[in-house]
Antibody, heavy 122, light 108 residues
């Protein structure tokens, strides 16, 4: 059974770079059917899809964050990562990694990490 | 991108049936999926592709879609079903994902 676990600092200073890693266990990140995704949940603004990456290394980003976000995958470590630069208080949220499947006209997230809260504050 | 609209809160009497809806133009083209979220817990997929229930999800959960409205129905709601329910789908471009604002379900 595939499990995901986020790791990274819970506090980031404004204007700095937020860096998170998601470790994949119980299965290989190199499955061709899946994308590896970051989603965040703001206290009041709800859920936001940040982007996804395939194990082959092609990322796709939410246009609203595209200028600040970078996703990467490390198949040797079976993990994938998020970097969000120039953060502000608006980036304070719980960050989830998830496994994404796309098929025909559908998309779904069937495996989620526990979520890691990130606060942007000095 | 596109918007998905959900009622903020719905209540149901224990053992009764409740329908939670999700409206958006993108649902005329793309399928909806749903997850359940309880406080302090990660989301749990309950319906994918409008109607598909993952293994382990009770059969009292079902999904449907018509026009620009997707629905999640709980037939015979249980106390443990009290949670927030979110719909999501591809946006109008088909490339990104958009979420509804969530519906808080109270089981009375």
């Amino acid at each position: 059974q595939v499990q995901l676990q986020e790791s990274g600092p819970g506090l980031v200073q404004p204007s700095q770079t937020l860096s998170l890693t998601c470790n994949v266990s119980g299965g290989s990140i190199s499955g061709t059917s899946y994308y590896w995704t970051w989603i965040r949940q703001h206290p009041k603004r709800g859920l936001e899809w940040i982007g996804h990456i395939h194990f082959s290394g092609f990322p796709y980003y939410n246009p609203s964050l595209q200028s600040r976000v970078t996703l990467s995958v490390d198949t040797s470590q079976n993990q994938f990562s998020l970097k969000l630069k120039s953060v502000s208080a608006a980036d304070t949220a719980v960050y989830y990694c998830a496994r994404e499947t796309r098929a025909h006209a559908s998309v779904w997230f069937d495996v989620w990490g526990q979520g890691t809260p990130v606060t942007v504050s000095s | 991108s596109s918007e998905l609209t959900q009622d903020p809160a719905v209540s149901v009497a224990l053992g009764q049936t409740v329908r939670i809806t999700c409206q958006g133009d993108t649902l005329r083209t793309y399928y909806a999926s749903w997850f359940q979220q309880k406080p302090g817990r990660p989301p749990l997929l309950v319906i994918s592709g409008n109607t598909n229930r993952p293994s382990g999800i009770p059969d009292r959960f079902s999904g449907s879609s018509s026009g620009g409205t997707a629905s999640l129905t709980i037939t015979g709601a249980q106390a443990e079903d009290e949670a927030a329910y979110y719909c999501y789908s591809r946006d109008s471009s088909g490339n990104h994902v958009v979420f509804g604002g969530g519906t808080q379900l109270t089981v009375l």
